[in-house]
């Protein structure tokens, strides 16, 4: 038994992704792009920040945002994926800026 749901707002919504058998929804590689580059620039710009305000919360969010960057370059077999340590390093630092701002 085949359920059919018909709302306006789902139908208007999915109305874009209606494929042929056998087709899928593919993001192009643009998008992609753009959001890598925006983490990577968030990421930098939070890390300096962080940095220079000794703040645990800009530190945080350098690391959730550099972990995009991060799971890239972990497929590398060269030495571009010792990147990928690069958020545990920023955790450190988080955690001792957090220490510091708890300490009276």
């Known amino acids: 038994m085949k359920?059919?749901?018909?709302?306006?707002?789902?139908?208007?919504?999915?109305?874009?992704l209606k494929f042929k058998k056998g087709e899928s929804y593919m993001v192009d590689s643009d998008t992609i792009l753009f959001l890598w580059q925006l983490s990577f620039f968030i990421s930098g710009v939070t890390l300096i920040v962080g940095i220079?305000?000794?703040?645990?919360?800009?530190?945080?969010?350098?690391?959730?945002?550099?972990?995009?960057?991060?799971?890239?370059f972990l497929g590398t077999v060269n030495a571009f994926k010792y990147i990928g340590l690069t958020p545990i390093i920023l955790f450190i630092l988080t955690i001792l800026f957090w220490f510091l701002k708890r300490r009276p």
Request: glycine fraction near 0%; charged fraction near 15%; charge should be positive.
């Open 52 to 72: 220079f305000k000794k703040s645990w919360v800009f530190m945080l969010i350098s690391t959730i945002t550099f972990l995009p960057i991060t799971y890239y």
């Open 3 to 16: 359920m059919e749901v018909k709302h306006p707002c789902i139908e208007s919504f999915f109305s874009h």
